[in-house]
């Protein structure tokens, strides 16, 4: 038990040094070079209330928007590639992943009413609004692919992609359709960006909302990983193995979902991130999810923040959206997966 928990230890603590000094570089690379040591100083001065004599606009810089920036690329990467493992897993389909099975259409729907729309009425927040679009949408695709009579294996597989891509186009309609109805010009704008994918909204309220997320989601996989491992052999697999099929699907799906809507209601709408890491990871570190899922969480957050990165810096004076990049990335890497993965004649 005492080694199970010093080789814990260890693993946690070069993944926590890989994360930091990614984080680090994230906030030292942008627009305007930062030096290493104004970061250190102003992250003395803020946390250990250090008096280092650092410029006022640098330090703001530093602590209230690129900082904010990386930790939440962090935690949206490491959530949205963690829920590309549970469903991949839950549902043995490659292609699954919260951006093609309507869950991040749903969310964007959901968080849309309650910003435009104004459902609620002040009373529901942001994110309880994207977890309620987010929900409905696996719900419709669930009902969807049940009707459509996809059975079981392959054709099951099939069923819920093709179900997948119709939610996403009917929520995606739904919120064009809102924003349309009900936003000014300016709002419209804005939204239309946050969808592509934004950070630049990124405060500390919302650090202390995606880290918990991200970790609870993380932790609860990890928790499962048994289970997850009996699933990728079918449900019936789990189930002769003493899996509790239904309720662990139904916490693992809730989880999923949770861990997209918070992301989206913040980051907005961001692709391939929940369908190619799996996949990177899977070749890093094999199927065995106690490996999977630390080994998904940490690549999706270091390719988030790279994306971030990226974001700022491509096009002098302006800042991409987000899911351009990681869409620019992830769209060759999963065609080359698709490749790697023919089979043989």
Same mark, same amino acid.
């Given at each position: 038990?005492?080694?199970?928990?010093?080789?814990?230890?260890?693993?946690?603590?070069?993944?926590?040094?890989?994360?930091?000094?990614?984080?680090?570089?994230?906030?030292?690379?942008?627009?305007?070079?930062?030096?290493?040591?104004?970061?250190?100083?102003?992250?003395?001065?803020?946390?250990?209330?250090?008096?280092?004599?650092?410029?006022?606009?640098?330090?703001?810089?530093?602590?209230?928007?690129?900082?904010?920036?990386?930790?939440? +690329?962090?935690?949206?990467? =490491?959530?949205?590639? !963690?829920?590309?493992? @549970?469903?991949? &897993?839950? %549902?043995? *389909? /490659? #292609?699954?992943?919260?951006?093609?099975?309507?869950?991040?259409?749903?969310?964007?729907?959901?968080?849309?009413?309650?910003?435009?729309?104004?459902?609620?009425?002040?009373?529901?927040?942001?994110?309880?609004?994207?977890?309620?679009?987010?929900?409905?949408?696996?719900?419709?695709?669930?009902?969807?692919?049940?009707?459509?009579?996809?059975? +079981?294996?392959?054709?099951? =597989?099939?069923?819920? !992609?093709?179900?997948? @891509?119709?939610? &996403?186009? %009917?929520? *995606? /309609? #739904?919120?064009?359709?809102?924003?349309?109805?009900?936003?000014?010009?300016?709002?419209?704008?804005?939204?239309?960006?946050?969808?592509?994918?934004?950070?630049?909204?990124?405060?500390?309220?919302?650090?202390?909302?995606?880290?918990?997320?991200?970790?609870?989601?993380?932790?609860?996989?990890?928790?499962?990983?048994?289970?997850?491992?009996?699933?990728?052999?079918?449900?019936?697999?789990?189930?002769?193995?003493?899996?509790?099929?239904?309720?662990?699907?139904?916490?693992?799906?809730?989880?999923?979902?949770?861990?997209?809507?918070?992301?989206?209601?913040?980051?907005?709408?961001?692709?391939?991130?929940?369908?190619?890491?799996?996949?990177?990871?899977?070749?890093?570190?094999?199927?065995?999810?106690?490996?999977?899922?630390?080994?998904?969480?940490?690549?999706?957050?270091?390719?988030?923040?790279?994306?971030?990165?990226?974001?700022?810096?491509?096009?002098?004076?302006?800042?991409?959206?987000?899911?351009?990049?990681?869409?620019?990335?992830?769209?060759?890497?999963?065609?080359?997966?698709?490749?790697?993965?023919?089979?043989?004649?």
């Amino acid at each position: 038990m005492a080694r199970l928990a010093a080789r814990f230890a260890w693993h946690a603590g070069w993944i926590a040094l890989v994360l930091a000094g990614a984080i680090l570089a994230g906030v030292c690379i942008g627009e305007t070079a930062i030096p290493v040591a104004s970061v250190w100083q102003t992250l003395a001065n803020k946390i250990f209330g250090a008096s280092y004599a650092i410029d006022r606009i640098d330090q703001g810089i530093i602590w209230n928007y690129r900082l904010t920036r990386a930790i939440i +690329a962090a935690c949206c990467g =490491a959530s949205l590639a !963690v829920s590309g493992v @549970i469903l991949q &897993s839950l %549902l043995r *389909n /490659a #292609l699954a992943e919260p951006y093609l099975l309507g869950i991040s259409a749903g969310a964007s729907t959901g968080a849309v009413l309650v910003t435009v729309a104004g459902l609620g009425a002040g009373a529901i927040s942001l994110s309880a609004g994207a977890l309620g679009g987010a929900l409905s949408a696996f719900l419709l695709v669930a009902l969807l692919a049940r009707a459509s009579g996809g059975g +079981a294996g392959p054709r099951a =597989a099939g069923q819920i !992609v093709l179900a997948g @891509i119709a939610g &996403s186009q %009917l929520f *995606n /309609a #739904l919120t064009a359709f809102i924003i349309t109805r009900s936003a000014s010009a300016e709002q419209a704008r804005g939204i239309m960006f946050w969808l592509l994918g934004n950070l630049s909204g990124a405060r500390w309220d919302n650090v202390g909302a995606a880290v918990p997320v991200a970790l609870a989601v993380t932790l609860v996989c990890l928790w499962q990983a048994r289970a997850l491992d009996a699933f990728t052999f079918g449900a019936d697999s789990a189930l002769s193995l003493g899996v509790p099929v239904k309720r662990i699907q139904a916490l693992l799906i809730l989880a999923a979902a949770l861990a997209t809507a918070v992301m989206v209601s913040i980051v907005g709408s961001v692709g391939f991130v929940g369908l190619v890491v799996p996949h990177a990871a899977r070749f890093l570190v094999g199927v065995r999810h106690v490996r999977l899922v630390p080994a998904s969480a940490l690549i999706g957050a270091l390719f988030l923040i790279g994306a971030d990165v990226v974001s700022r810096i491509a096009v002098p004076g302006q800042v991409l959206p987000i899911g351009v990049v990681t869409a620019l990335v992830g769209a060759p890497v999963f065609a080359l997966i698709l490749v790697r993965r023919r089979p043989a004649r």
